[in-house]
């Protein structure tokens, strides 16, 4: 499997097929958000939180709600509300052990995205978390973030893969999610029965 493969072990080798970055992409990263930073947030409904174990364990996870759903506690500080979900907790329990995360907000149809590095902490109580209310649903617990760095990155990805425009998106090129969950984790429940559960209007049910 190894044949023919070159890897690269060194910066000095990334280096010779990747020139250093322009200075002022270099140094584009800020400690402190800046008030064009707090607008993102407050447009922004969607984040992916990546996170890594004390043994290199690695996860990202989505975070979803609706529009500013990220509460900003200071210049520094950030919190972002936990949801009902699958309850795996995989991004949760890597923080315990190591408390760094990236960050990337993204705003619909926008190809730019707001990167934040930082260092989480699990909050399960506090003032601000009636701010973090949603349909009546007030979290259970928030990760709150103190940045340690902030900047703005380009859409050439977005341009690239075309993840906005609509006549590119092929959603019925994979089985449903019934489907999966069947091959998955529920074999032994029928595809009328998950595509039920599934089904958006039942599944929405769930989200608070």
């Avoid at 939180?49 to 609706?66: F, H, L, Q, R, W």
């Amino acid at each position: 499997m190894s044949e023919g493969i070159v890897e690269v072990t060194t910066e000095a080798e990334l280096r010779e097929i990747l020139p250093p970055p322009l200075e002022r992409t270099a140094d584009k990263a800020r400690p402190k958000l800046h008030e064009m930073d707090r607008r993102w947030l407050a447009e922004s409904p969607f984040v992916l939180i990546a996170t890594s174990a004390a043994d290199g364990t690695c996860d990202v996870s989505p975070k979803g709600d609706p529009a500013g759903f990220t509460l900003v506690l200071d210049d520094t500080r950030i919190a972002i509300p936990e949801r009902p979900g699958n309850r795996r907790a995989d991004g949760f329990r890597n923080v315990l052990s190591n408390p760094h995360v990236g960050l990337i907000y993204l705003i619909p149809g926008r190809g730019d995205t707001l990167r934040i590095n930082g260092r989480a902490r699990l909050v399960r109580e506090a003032p601000f978390f009636d701010d973090l209310i949603v349909q009546g649903n007030r979290p259970k617990l928030a990760l709150v973030v103190d940045i340690d760095e902030i900047f703005h990155h380009c859409q050439k990805a977005f341009m690239r893969s075309k993840l906005w425009e609509p006549e590119t998106w092929t959603p019925d090129a994979m089985p449903s999610r019934a489907a999966i969950s069947k091959t998955f984790e529920r074999p032994e429940d029928s595809i009328a029965e998950l595509e039920a559960y599934y089904a958006p209007a039942a599944y929405s049910s769930g989200l608070y």
